[in-house]
Nanobody, 127 residues
Framework: QVQLVQSGGGQVQPGGSLRLSCAAS????????MAWFRQAPGKEREFVAA????????YTTYSGKGRFTVSRDNGKNTEYLQMNNLQPEDTAVYYC????????????????????WGQGTQVTVSS
């Protein structure tokens, strides 16, 4: 079973950028669907972005305004979340997650689709 280890969080000022990493151990996740969720204090976990690869085609889905993008380095077994123009409301603990099989794209927004989760990493955006 895959295990996910996250890194790349930190504190930035509004307008700054961060790239979060989610490295898989145990096995490659070259074909695993991957997603990013976040949870801020007092809020429920919310979907951020997801990506899957099926039949040689990559499918992505996002929640946001075009500031975040996901990518994958299969050679490093690592998924990335690039976050640009960060704002204070982006402050949260960010989690990566991996699923199995080939869920439909809409299901990638549902946390229940994923059964392996990273430990989370704090992102703080403040002046």
């Amino acid at each position: 079973q895959v295990q996910l280890v996250q890194s790349g969080g930190g504190q930035v000022q509004p307008g700054g950028s961060l790239r979060l990493s989610c490295a898989a151990s145990g096995r490659t996740f070259s074909t695993l669907p991957m997603a990013w969720f976040r949870q801020a204090p007092g809020k429920e976990r919310e979907f951020v972005a997801a990506r899957k690869w099926t039949g040689g085609v990559t499918y992505t889905t996002y929640s946001g305004k075009g500031r975040f993008t996901v990518s994958r380095d299969n050679g490093k077994n690592t998924e990335y979340l690039q976050m640009n123009n960060l704002q204070p409301e982006d402050t949260a603990v960010y989690y990566c997650a991996a699923g199995s099989g080939s869920p439909i794209v809409s299901a990638l927004r549902d946390a229940s689709t994923f059964d392996v989760w990273g430990q989370g990493t704090q992102v703080t955006v403040s002046s």
